[in-house]
């Protein structure tokens, strides 16, 4: 028993010895990064030079990128503010413009009106509630406490959509049409409405101004429809 447990340590002795004579050395490379060392024999290294002449070509660039930029949204309002006061010193001169404004807004004022109307007879008819109780100084207190709450819901409510709206509104037109082509379809659309504005009043009898602002609506649509289709088509 002890020689065959000799006679094997003896062979895995051999079998080690054999493996540590006999065995392959490879060598691999590794890629270690190492401090960059400068170099004694100069002041600056090609790395230093190198640095400083990109940041010096990157301030030159961002001070004329920010110059064109200015120019360009100066050239711009300029443009604008041209624009828009020829466009309303012609429509001030139009008499079909100007008699459709105050139709417009006149409207406008009627159905304020109206809806005041509307909601001041829903708070009484609501308040009616109060002359059920017996009591006449505690039924009028209560009525028109029910008229002021009606009222008020209706009125706050309805200005808060209105405002929601108008965010909205705004919101969209900066996300999808804040750039010239809008500037150049609003100037464009005004100008046709105010040069032709007594044909289109032959063609179809429709009020110039609420005109204009359909045709924004339907712009903001549009734009509003192929700025989607681009971002999911891409």
């Known amino acids: 028993m002890i020689g065959e447990c000799q006679d094997k340590i003896r062979c895995l002795t051999q079998q080690r010895d054999y493996a540590r004579t006999h065995q392959k050395i490879v060598e691999i490379p590794v890629e270690k990064p190492v401090l960059y060392e400068k170099c004694e024999a100069c002041d600056r ?51 079909v413009l ?80 804040w750039d010239v082509i809008t500037l150049l379809m609003i100037l464009t659309s005004a100008v046709v409405i105010i040069y032709f504005g007594e044909s289109i009043k032959k063609v179809m009898p429709i009020n110039l101004l609420f005109l204009l602002l359909f045709i924004q609506g339907i712009y903001l649509g549009i734009r509003c429809y192929l700025n989607t289709l681009y971002w999911t088509n891409r």
Request: aromatic fraction near 14%; charge should be positive.
């Open 98 to 177: 100007l008699s459709d404004c105050k139709s417009f807004f006149h409207d406008a004022a009627s159905f304020i009106q109206t809806f005041i109307g509307w909601t001041i007879d829903a708070g009484q008819s609501v308040a009616q509630i109060s002359t059920k109780i017996p009591n006449a100084f505690i039924a009028g207190i209560i009525y028109w406490l029910l008229l002021i709450l009606v009222v008020g819901i209706y009125v706050a409510g309805t200005g808060i959509l209105a405002i929601l709206i108008e965010i909205k509104i705004i919101e969209l037109y900066k996300k999808n049409c």
């Open 45 to 95: 290294t090609d790395y230093q030079n190198a640095k400083a002449k990109y940041e010096t070509q990157k301030e030159r660039l961002a001070g004329q990128y920010k110059a064109k930029t200015v120019m360009f949204q100066t050239t711009l309002f300029l443009l604008a503010w041209y624009s828009l006061t020829t466009t309303l010193f012609q429509a001030v001169q139009s008499d």
